[in-house]
């Protein structure tokens, strides 16, 4: 393999894309039009239970570290 091809391709890798940052956010942009069904979802009643007993426990370990 010619030492400048090779050279070429380690730049190449080396170099981030001109506009990472407008990648990212297109990525991200195509991903909320693409679940945007499941945000404006209801939370399933299991869901909400399991986030309520969490929040309770958090509140505990508060209020115990508080105390103490």
Request: hydrophobic letters at 40%.
């Amino acid at each position: 393999m010619d030492r400048t091809v090779a050279s070429l391709n380690v730049e190449h890798f080396r170099r981030p894309p001109a506009d990472l940052k407008a990648v990212c956010t297109g990525i991200g942009t195509a991903l909320r039009a693409l679940h945007s069904d499941v945000l404006r979802g209801e939370l399933p009643d299991r869901i909400a239970e399991l986030l309520t007993q969490l929040d309770q426990q958090l509140r505990k370990l508060d209020r115990d570290a508080d105390s103490t």
